[in-house]
């Protein structure tokens, strides 16, 4: 009888799980193999695509962000100010500006006024007065003399003027500025409206009733025979019967 027909089962079966051992083994060597060739294979494409790729983990890269919106807003805050501050001194020059065209616009309107001149009607002469400022569309001049409003009157007269008449608020404030602390003639009067029933009114020189009259407060506004108005050195309005005073003159450029 042959050895090989009293094999001990045994071992056969010993032999059958390391052959089995083996396989296993290798066959899981093979897939740990492929698998680390196939790591390095894209490793290996990634490289070649320009390099491997690092993911960031997610508090890194809200840092990242947050200091690149920094870095932006740095520099849009930047910028708008150097903006900002070009607007500013452009704003300054250009204020700076206005007021020298302003300056120059008031020394030619007065240089204006004061190189117009009218035949005396009095004295048939030439006569120039300086003194006048320009307001709109008139001249003006403000005595430094003391006059009755009828001497007053016939002093601008004789200028190819008249006592002023004050139609509106701007003109009226640019009056007032005029005239300063004294108290001065304008062109108000109180008139008979009906010579039969002897009825007054308040008349501008030129005939016209007053739309605006900035009154002084509790003056008396009632017209009464003779009364001629004058500006306080308030500024305001009011009326007297005599008495001497400076006088404002106007004159119109149409």
């Not at 919106?69 to 001194?89: D, E, F, K, M």
């Not at 005396?120 to 003006?140: D, L, M, P």
């Not at 004050?166 to 108000?188: P, Q, T, Y």
Request: with cysteine.
């Amino acid at each position: 009888m042959s050895s090989n027909d009293h094999e001990d089962p045994n071992l056969t079966m010993s032999a059958r799980d390391s052959k089995d051992v083996r396989e296993d083994g290798g066959e899981r060597a093979e897939r740990l193999l492929d698998i680390n060739d196939s790591a390095e294979h894209r490793v290996a494409v990634s490289t070649r695509d320009g390099g491997a790729h690092t993911h960031l983990p997610p508090v890194q890269r809200s840092l990242s962000c947050a200091l690149i919106l920094g870095l932006l807003l740095i520099v849009g805050v930047t910028v708008l100010s150097r903006h900002y501050i070009s607007l500013i001194l452009e704003k300054h020059q250009l204020s700076k500006d206005y007021k020298e065209l302003q300056t120059s616009y008031e020394n030619l309107s007065n240089g204006y006024c004061q190189s117009q001149w009218t035949e005396g009607q009095t004295q048939g002469s030439v006569i120039r007065e300086r003194g006048w400022k320009r307001f709109r569309c008139s001249c003006y001049y403000k005595s430094t003399e003391r006059r009755t409003w009828t001497a007053s009157r016939r002093f601008c007269q004789s200028r190819g003027a008249d006592l002023v008449i004050i139609n509106s608020k701007e003109e009226h404030d640019f009056v007032r500025e005029l005239n300063g602390a004294g108290a001065s003639w304008i062109g108000l009067q109180a008139v008979k409206t009906d010579e039969w029933q002897q009825e007054l009114e308040w008349k501008w020189v030129d005939g016209s009733t007053p739309t605006y009259l900035a009154w002084h407060a509790g003056a008396d506004v009632t017209p009464a025979d003779g009364a001629t108005a004058y500006m306080d050195p308030q500024g305001s309005i009011n009326h007297d019967n005599n008495g001497s005073k400076q006088w404002i003159c106007e004159s119109r450029m149409y």
